[in-house]
């Protein structure tokens, strides 16, 4: 063979062999870009699994919840005989009682919840799942009920209270207010409840006695209930929610009527329990200088009206809740406080702080220990 031949089929031999390592390679290029494909596939669909996973675990946590905590109206609701747990599921989802049919469904198979009764029942958004379940176990009223429902709302005011039974019942303010004041009626009320009234009927100065004793939440009023029933219900629930603080208050060297005070106060001036609890620290740290309490919501009571801002000339206003003006705990209560507020001024926060005020716009309350620093944060948060 020729030497140029031989040269030839070298070079051919090489060709080949550069041919076949460039496949080779385009074959691992194309492998490796597939795998990235794929991963990043899975990768998606994994983050996509986890996503729905964390949504759907919160739907399910939220459902399980009460609707809503604070909405404690309650609304009529009628399982009919031989309602399925669906067919109730969906008949309290509709009503507004609970957020989902098929968690409340799910709950109830998974616990092994039987034996609902038909009939007519009060249930409210705030109401938790177990509870609606208690009360359909129980059982509601063959009839349809026959009366209105009266809310009491946190921090409402005797005379605000009137004006709900007048606007929902056939009854007048005015037959509200005269049997509140009723001197039988408070008497046979103190004799009940010694614990809870006997500071109310013994303070001085004071609007309505009941004032500040009539608990919030939403109670039935049948046709058959008298005025006197009805409020009897509200002392009644605040002596409930009372009962295991009166070691506390007795201990405290304060009434009843002091506590239920700065509770009432507590209510309006703050949101949060935390802000309420620090808020009656700020209170109690001015009673024990002997520094008037300057609350604007006692002065608003005072003047029987709604202000967002209130004047000096309201400051300088003639009357016994007037706290800018006359120091302690003034007459009483000025509404009726929630068990939040009541809470938070049985079990106060410590701090060295006497002055506080609200930026309006964010509902953030500043505290300060000088004035000369309430000052400054009223500039800067209120001016």
């Not at 089929?9 to 990235?36: A, C, H, I, P, Y």
């Not at 005015?174 to 103190?190: H, K, P, S």
């Not at 500071?199 to 006695?209: H, I």
Request: proline residues 4%; without cysteine; aromatic residues 10%.
């Amino acid at each position: 063979m020729s030497k140029r031949n031989k040269n030839n089929q070298t070079k051919n031999t090489k060709e080949v062999k550069t041919d076949l390592t460039g496949n080779v390679s385009e074959r691992q290029k194309e492998k490796s870009l597939v795998k990235k494909i794929v991963l990043s596939i899975l990768t998606a669909f994994i983050i996509l699994l986890i996503l729905f996973g964390l949504i759907g675990y919160q739907y399910v946590t939220t459902s399980l919840e009460p609707l809503d905590k604070e909405n404690k109206t309650e609304v009529v609701v009628e399982i009919p005989t031989g309602s399925s747990s669906k067919d109730i599921a969906q008949i309290l989802q509709d009503n507004g009682i609970i957020k989902s049919a098929m968690v409340f469904s799910y709950y109830v198979r998974m616990n092994n919840e039987t034996d609902f009764q038909a009939g007519n029942y009060a249930f409210s958004p705030s109401m938790a799942l177990d509870s609606i379940i208690d009360q359909l176990q129980e059982g509601g009223t063959a009839e349809s009920y026959q009366g209105v429902k009266i809310l009491v709302k946190e921090g409402t005011s005797i005379d605000q209270i009137g004006d709900t039974i007048a606007e929902n019942t056939d009854y007048t303010k005015e037959n509200f207010l005269t049997a509140i004041q009723n001197e039988v009626f408070l008497t046979g009320m103190q004799t009940k409840y010694p614990e809870l009234l006997s500071s109310a009927l013994e303070a001085e100065d004071t609007r309505y006695r009941l004032e500040g004793y009539l608990f919030p939440a939403t109670y039935d009023f049948p046709e058959e209930m008298s005025l006197e029933e009805l409020i009897e219900n509200m002392i009644s629930r605040m002596d409930e929610e009372m009962t295991g603080f009166y070691p506390e208050i007795t201990e405290s060297n304060r009434t009843v009527q002091d506590i239920l005070t700065i509770a009432s106060l507590v209510e309006r001036e703050g949101f949060t329990l935390e802000d309420r609890k620090m808020i009656a620290g700020v209170f109690y740290n001015r009673l024990a200088i002997e520094m008037p309490l300057q609350t604007d919501i006692a002065v608003l009571y005072a003047l029987d009206e709604h202000k967002e801002y209130i004047s000096n000339k309201d400051v300088s206003v003639d009357s016994p809740y007037n706290l800018y003006v006359h120091p302690g705990f003034g007459p009483g209560p000025v509404n009726s406080p929630s068990a939040d507020a009541i809470k938070a001024t049985l079990q106060p926060t410590e701090s060295e702080y006497m002055y506080f005020l609200a930026d309006m716009e964010t509902g953030k309350i500043y505290y300060a220990e000088t004035y000369e620093q309430h000052l400054e944060f009223k500039a800067e948060y209120v001016d």
